[in-house]
């Protein structure tokens, strides 16, 4: 059984900063693309980060160079740097990972933590 917890939310003043958190435990072959998204509330949950295991980054148009996704690929845990945050930056935020289960079915299956607390104040 695969596992994602994140850790890291908090409360903070507008222009502060935060490192959030994701770590994937269980039972697993591989992990692949591991990533943050957050929900704004009565939105959709929008995109923020994504990092594959080789290090490549993709970033939400909006992060605008303040946010910074990093990998431990040994611990298996997700980071994502958030400075200059801003008060719209408040939804929660989440971690999904790709994660292949079983050596005997190639492709990976999404899953995704419960997520963490973010709240950013003016």
Do not use: H
Request: proline letters at 7%; aromatic letters at 10%; charged letters at 20%.
């Amino acid at each position: 059984q695969v596992q994602l917890v994140e850790s890291g939310g908090d409360t903070v003043q507008a222009g502060e900063s935060l490192r959030l958190s994701c770590t994937v435990s269980g039972t697993f072959v591989t992990i692949g693309t591991m990533g943050w998204y957050r929900k704004p509330p009565g939105k959709y949950r929008e995109f923020v980060a994504s990092i594959k295991t080789d290090g490549a980054t993709n970033y939400a148009d909006f992060v605008k160079g303040r946010f910074i996704i990093s990998l431990d690929n040994d611990k298996n845990i997700v980071s994502l740097q958030l400075n200059a945050l801003e008060p719209e930056d408040t939804p929660p935020y989440f971690c999904p990972a790709e994660v292949r289960v079983n050596v005997y079915i190639p492709s990976p299956l999404d899953y995704w933590g419960r997520g963490t607390p973010v709240t950013v104040s003016s």
